[in-house]
Nanobody, 124 residues
């Protein structure tokens, strides 16, 4: 069974950093896009970042550009999201998902499997 497991969430002060991990099993990262989404209380889920298979095209939502970095370690079957300069508005449950495309300006498409999420809370 395809599985995605997120980890690395927690409580951090504004301006701090966290690194989220998405561990994949039962499929190869060589063939799929992996994306990070987030959902804050009372808000719709939004695509934060993604990295494509192959050449590793990336996408970042405007709200996180310059602060978040996505990376992929295919041999470890893990995708990371380094989050710096965190703001209270970054507070959300963060999900990773598998998909078929990561467009550099339009974001991730065709998501078919999702993890259960990890909570990030940015608060003083």
């Amino acid at each position: 069974q395809v599985q995605l497991v997120e980890s690395g969430g927690g409580l951090v002060q504004p301006g701090g950093s966290l690194r989220l991990s998405c561990a994949a099993s039962k499929f190869s990262l060589d063939y799929y896009t992996i994306a990070w989404f987030r959902q804050a209380p009372g808000k719709e889920r939004e695509g934060v970042s993604c990295v494509s298979s192959g050449e590793g095209r990336t996408y970042y939502a405007d709200s996180v550009k310059g602060r978040f970095t996505i990376s992929r370690a295919n041999a470890e079957k893990t995708v990371y999201l380094q989050m710096n300069s965190l703001k209270p508005e970054d507070t959300a449950v963060y999900y990773c998902a598998r998909g078929y495309e990561c467009h550099p300006s339009r974001g991730p498409f065709g998501m078919d499997y999702w993890g259960k999420g990890t909570l990030v809370t940015v608060s003083s």
